[in-house]
């Protein structure tokens, strides 16, 4: 590979990681954790319209699939073994696709959005896996869609940054793209390059601009800076959010990486961070949900206990010991791998100390 864009790593196995190479429209899969790599392309064109960095989007509802974005779309259903064409082969607008998210519930909900090139940029969305796309750009604005996050507690809610100044730079659908609310102000009037949405409380919504991060406890109703600790107007190439450690990792342009922790799950203040110890013990919902056939189901101790979390059927049945030890004081992330277990609903409950703390619901959807 020469100079690497976009990367993905599958969450059921961290040894499997894909690398995007810039200026080639190509794509690489390395099964060693990135010790080699071979490229991943059959069925991809060698030549075709595509953006320098071109995007691809792994599932993490099943990593199996992958999807391409050229001018055409291009879907993997055997982890890149293979790849064809969606929308019937035919390119969604004739622009290269720039952006690409997936939702967490589904293998088959995928927004792109498009370069402006051979005319205005658009937003597509699919429903089907790229049997069909359809066009959702509305009132969204002719600038570079730079990033698009979508919710993972609501695949109907996704956000879109957009590149320029004097123009809406951050827009929000709770609908799947029907309408559009623009959620800009009072953002700076600089570019905004990536949006991440926290799994745990899909109302914090991160943003980064050239200016640095800010952040939403309210969906993107209200704003304030997230910069502490960072340089001063560090230009912000991408966000992501580890949900595993509470933290959020940022790669700058020409200034390095970042990482800092979340804003609290349940924050009375912006500038409130969270507590590396909790207050009480907390079960917190799986992600994704639904899953297949892996999920994760974090939880936090206010103090060091015997920690027991099962699963059990919808009949109540036990099906598997997920944790039977004594944890520390924190944030646990304890994994369900559900390989074995047929489609349904599933219930996860949490003792600690003998006591149950709380039980939810994971829903495994092959």
Same mark, same amino acid.
């Given at each position: 590979?020469?100079?690497?864009?976009?990367?993905?790593?599958?969450?059921?196995?961290?040894?499997?990681?894909?690398?995007?190479?810039?200026?080639?429209?190509?794509?690489?899969?390395?099964?060693?954790?990135?010790?080699?790599?071979?490229?991943?392309?059959?069925?991809?064109?060698?030549?075709?319209?595509?953006?320098?960095?071109?995007?691809?989007?792994?599932?993490?509802?099943?990593?199996?699939?992958?999807?391409?974005?050229?001018?055409?779309?291009?879907?993997?259903?055997?982890?890149?073994?293979?790849?064809?064409?969606?929308?019937?082969?035919?390119?969604?607008?004739?622009?290269?696709?720039?952006?690409?998210?997936?939702?967490?519930?589904?293998?088959?909900?995928?927004?792109?959005?498009?370069?402006?090139?051979?005319?205005?940029?658009?937003?597509?969305?699919?429903?089907?896996?790229?049997?069909?796309?359809?066009?959702?750009?509305?009132?969204?604005?002719?600038?570079?869609?730079?990033?698009?996050?979508?919710?993972?507690?609501?695949?109907?809610?996704?956000?879109?940054?957009?590149?320029?100044?004097?123009?809406?730079?951050?827009?929000?659908? !709770?609908?799947?793209?029907?309408?559009?609310? +623009?959620?800009?102000? @009072?953002? /700076?009037?600089? $570019? #905004? =390059?990536?949006?991440?949405?926290?799994?745990?409380?899909?109302?914090?919504?991160?943003?980064?601009?050239?200016?640095?991060?800010?952040?939403?406890?309210?969906?993107?109703?209200?704003?304030?800076?997230?910069?502490?600790?960072?340089?001063?107007?560090?230009?912000?190439?991408?966000?992501?959010?580890?949900?595993?450690?509470?933290?959020?990792?940022?790669?700058?342009?020409?200034?390095?990486?970042?990482?800092?922790?979340?804003?609290?799950?349940?924050?009375?203040?912006?500038?409130?961070?969270?507590? !590396?110890?909790?207050?009480?013990?907390?079960? +917190?919902?799986?992600? @994704?949900? /639904?899953?297949? $056939? #892996? =999920?994760?189901?974090?939880?936090?101790?206010?103090?060091?206990?015997?920690?027991?979390?099962?699963?059990?059927?919808?009949?109540?049945?036990?099906?598997?010991?997920?944790?039977?030890?004594?944890?520390?004081?924190?944030?646990?992330?304890?994994?369900?791998?559900?390989?074995?277990?047929?489609?349904?609903?599933?219930?996860?409950?949490?003792?600690?100390?003998?006591?149950?703390?709380?039980?939810?619901?994971?829903?495994?959807?092959?």
């Amino acid at each position: 590979m020469d100079e690497i864009g976009w990367t993905a790593i599958n969450q059921s196995n961290d040894n499997i990681v894909y690398a995007g190479n810039r200026g080639g429209g190509t794509i690489s899969k390395s099964i060693n954790r990135g010790s080699s790599f071979s490229t991943s392309g059959s069925g991809i064109p060698s030549s075709g319209t595509s953006a320098w960095n071109t995007p691809f989007v792994l599932s993490s509802f099943n990593p199996n699939y992958l999807y391409f974005g050229r001018a055409i779309v291009y879907k993997s259903t055997n982890a890149a073994g293979s790849w064809t064409a969606t929308n019937g082969g035919a390119a969604l607008d004739g622009n290269p696709v720039l952006s690409i998210a997936i939702a967490t519930s589904s293998q088959n909900r995928v927004y792109v959005g498009t370069v402006p090139g051979a005319g205005r940029v658009h937003v597509f969305r699919t429903l089907d896996g790229g049997t069909s796309w359809t066009d959702i750009t509305g009132d969204l604005p002719n600038r570079y869609p730079l990033d698009i996050a979508v919710d993972p507690g609501d695949w109907m809610t996704v956000y879109v940054a957009f590149g320029g100044f004097d123009t809406t730079r951050l827009a929000k659908s !709770t609908d799947a793209g029907f309408t559009w609310t +623009h959620i800009s102000s @009072p953002l /700076p009037n600089v $570019p #905004t =390059t990536a949006v991440a949405v926290d799994p745990f409380n899909t109302n914090h919504v991160y943003v980064g601009n050239d200016l640095g991060v800010f952040v939403s406890t309210d969906g993107g109703s209200t704003w304030a800076s997230f910069n502490d600790g960072l340089f001063e107007a560090v230009v912000v190439g991408d966000l992501v959010i580890s949900p595993a450690n509470r933290s959020i990792r940022l790669a700058s342009h020409s200034n390095g990486v970042f990482t800092r922790k979340l804003l609290s799950t349940s924050p009375t203040d912006v500038e409130e961070q969270q507590r !590396t110890v909790p207050e009480q013990f907390v079960l +917190h919902q799986n992600y @994704p949900n /639904p899953f297949n $056939p #892996t =999920t994760r189901i974090p939880f936090s101790l206010s103090k060091e206990r015997r920690v027991l979390l099962k699963v059990y059927d919808i009949a109540g049945r036990e099906v598997l010991t997920l944790v039977d030890r004594t944890e520390a004081a924190g944030m646990h992330l304890a994994e369900f791998d559900a390989s074995h277990l047929a489609s349904g609903v599933y219930l996860y409950q949490l003792q600690v100390g003998g006591i149950v703390v709380d039980a939810k619901k994971a829903v495994l959807m092959r």
